[in-house]
C-alpha cells in the first residue's frame, strides 16, 4: 500500500502528516517505509530520529519512484510518501504509483481556491487511472475555534476531493517535534491533544490499519482548568 501525501505547495504540513502517519503505521504493528521525495530531505532526517524502526530513504527521481517505490511496498506493508512542493515530474510519477493520496490543505478559502492548481497533477493520475489513487484532504494548521464553512465545503466537493471530519489544529507542538527529534504522543502531557487529534485522524484516513484499541474516552479529555 502505498499512501502519497501530496499538495504542490510548500509549507501546508506535509512532512509533518508524513512522519506522524508513518511512525503510527509503525506503532500500530506494520512494516513502514517512508520514501522522502522532498529537496529538502527533512522528513527522512526526522523519521530516522524519531522512529528509527520505520525505513527510510530519499526517492526524488520520476524514473526511481516509477521503479522502487512499487518493489518497496512489497517488501514492507504501507509505504508513506512525502511529496514535493514544486516538483511537477516527481509528484506525476508519485500519484502513477500511490494507492491512495492525503492532501493536506491549509483551512481557508484562498487556499481551498488554491487547490485547484496544487492538485492538478493528481487530478491527472486520477482521470489517466480511472479514480486512482482515491485522495482525501486533511486540513491543517486550523485554528482552534474554526468551523469549516459550507463554502469551503462545496470547493472541495467541486474538486471531488472529501475533507476528513478531523484536522491538523495549529499548535506549537507540531512545530517544536522535528527538533526535539520526536512525535507528538512521545512528547508528555504538554502534546496530549494533538496525540489524540493525529490518532483519531490516522484512524480515519487508513481505518485498515488499525491493530490498537483508541484510549478510552475518560483518558483521552484534557482536564477542564
Ligand atoms: N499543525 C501545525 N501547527 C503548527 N505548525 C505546523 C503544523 N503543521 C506544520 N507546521 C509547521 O509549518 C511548517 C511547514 O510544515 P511542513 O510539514 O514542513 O510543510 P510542507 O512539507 O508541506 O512544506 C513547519 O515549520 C512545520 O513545523
Ligand atoms: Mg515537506
Known sequence: MIIAVANSKGGVGKSTLAVHLAAWLDKQGHRVTLADCDTQQSSSQWIREAAPQVKALCLRDPDDIINELPMLAQETDYVVADGPGSLAETSRALLLVADSAVVPCKASMLEIRA??????????????????????????????????????????????????????????????????AAVVWNMGSRAREAAVEVDTLFRELVPEAVRRPAKPAAQRRQPVA
Do not use: C, H, W
Not at 491543517?140 to 474554526?146: A, E, H, L, R, T
Open 115 to 180: 487547490l485547484d492548481a496544487a492538485t492538478k497533477v493528481l487530478r491527472q493520475a486520477q482521470k489517466i487511472r480511472s479514480g486512482m489513487p482515491k485522495a482525501k484532504i486533511v486540513l491543517s494548521m486550523v485554528g482552534k475555534n474554526y468551523r469549516l464553512t459550507q463554502d469551503m465545503r462545496e470547493a472541495a466537493a467541486l474538486l471531488k476531493l472529501p475533507i476528513t471530519p478531523t484536522f491538523m489544529t495549529l499548535r506549537q507542538i507540531y512545530a517544536d517535534a522535528p527538533g526535539q
